[in-house]
């Protein structure tokens, strides 16, 4: 089994920063692409931006050139700066992992969500 920590959310005002972080641990062998995703109230899950092993990165248009996603691989961590931050941000972020345990089974895992809430 993996687990998936996310920690860094909170209340800020727009035009604020935030960076949140997610450490993955367990039986872990390799992690493929890693990601962040957010919901809002009322709307759908979406992806906020994803990177691979090798680096390469893709994000929403709606957080292009304000956020930046990046990883750890010898932490097993993944990271969202955050910036510019508007009150349509205000979501739910969830972390995202593809893994390969030692066993060499392929797995999806989510962390539990952490609330990022942008004021006006």
């Known amino acids: 089994q993996v687990q998936l920590v996310e920690s860094g959310g909170g209340l800020v005002q727009a035009g604020g920063s935030l960076r949140l972080s997610c450490a993955a641990s367990g039986s872990i062998f390799s992690i493929n692409a890693m990601g962040w995703y957010r919901q809002a109230p009322g709307k759908q899950r979406e992806l906020v931006a994803a990177i691979t092993s090798g680096g390469s990165t893709n994000y929403a248009d709606s957080v292009k050139g304000r956020f930046t996603i990046s990883r750890d691989n010898t932490k097993n961590t993944v990271y969202l700066q955050m910036n510019s931050l508007k009150p349509e941000d205000t979501a739910v972020y969830y972390c995202?992992?593809?893994?390969?345990?030692?066993?060499?089974?392929?797995?999806?895992?989510w962390g539990q969500g952490t609330q990022v809430t942008v004021s006006s």
């Open positions: 995202n992992a593809e893994t390969v345990d030692v066993g060499r089974l392929w797995g999806d895992y």
